[in-house]
């Protein structure tokens, strides 16, 4: 039989190790961050922590990893059909936990912009994402939302590449904080509008002029 306590105190250290990391992370940054001081912050041994992760670039793929299965969580929350609210609901909820944790993500943009094409942590932030797009994107096609010609994988690159130069904006001061979450929104919705078509496009133009609500899931109908 499996032993589900021994598996519930693995998962407890897990979920300990990266909540440290990102402590860690937030407050002396990537660079600062060492595998020892990780360690007796997450009240395990050295020799634990090297035995489930190698180095802390491995540890912070996770860190960050585990971050953003939440956050693509919460969005479905928000929205659980895959269409174009689900696309902008997963900024927004971006928006919010930026705005939430300003140290943590600006540590974790900075690793990202210093990263070359093939590390990790860029297929993670980059590419991953970007995947992640795809099956929203194929719902809209599905419902004649999208003009015809409208490549997929295209437009979640661009999708993706448009937020983090709208998080790079925030770094270099040109997008105040406090409106970051409407920028992330603001964007997507127009570059999704530009590929848009009939209803859906009315209904984006409509978003693009209120103002941001608040985030709450929206409860499913019943049958």
Same mark, same amino acid.
């Given at each position: ?16 190790? &990266? !909540?440290?990391? *990102?402590? =860690?992370?937030?407050?002396? %940054? @990537? #660079?600062? /961050? ?37 956050? &693509? !969580?919460?969005? *479905?929350? =928000?929205?659980?059909?895959? %269409? @174009? #609210?689900? /696309? ?136």
């Amino acid at each position: 039989m499996p032993d589900h306590a021994g598996t519930e105190r693995q998962r407890a250290r897990r979920d300990r190790i &990266l !909540q440290a990391t *990102r402590e =860690l992370v937030t407050s002396v %940054g @990537y #660079e600062g /961050l060492t595998m020892r001081e990780l360690a007796a912050r997450a009240q395990v041994s050295p020799t634990t922590l090297y035995n489930l992760y190698t180095n802390k670039d491995e540890l912070l793929f996770a860190a960050v990893g585990d971050h953003m299965s939440g956050s &693509l !969580q919460e969005a *479905r929350a =928000l929205a659980p059909d895959p %269409g @174009y #609210e689900q /696309l902008v609901r997963i900024v927004e909820v971006l928006g919010v936990q930026v705005q939430a944790t300003p140290e943590y993500a600006e540590a974790i943009a900075k690793a990202l912009f210093q990263a070359g094409p093939e590390d990790a942590l860029t297929r993670l932030l980059v590419l991953r994402t970007s995947q992640q797009c795809l099956p929203s994107l194929q719902a809209m096609a599905d419902a004649r939302q999208l003009r015809p010609g409208v490549r997929h994988d295209r437009t979640a690159h661009l999708l993706v590449d448009a937020s983090w130069g709208c998080m790079f904006g925030w770094l270099k001061g040109m997008v105040p904080l406090a409106d970051l979450r409407r920028e992330l929104r603001d964007l997507r919705l127009s570059i999704l509008m530009s590929m848009a078509q009939g209803e859906a496009r009315r209904h984006m133009e409509e978003w693009l002029d209120s103002e941001p609500e608040n985030l709450r899931p929206r409860r499913r109908s019943r049958a």
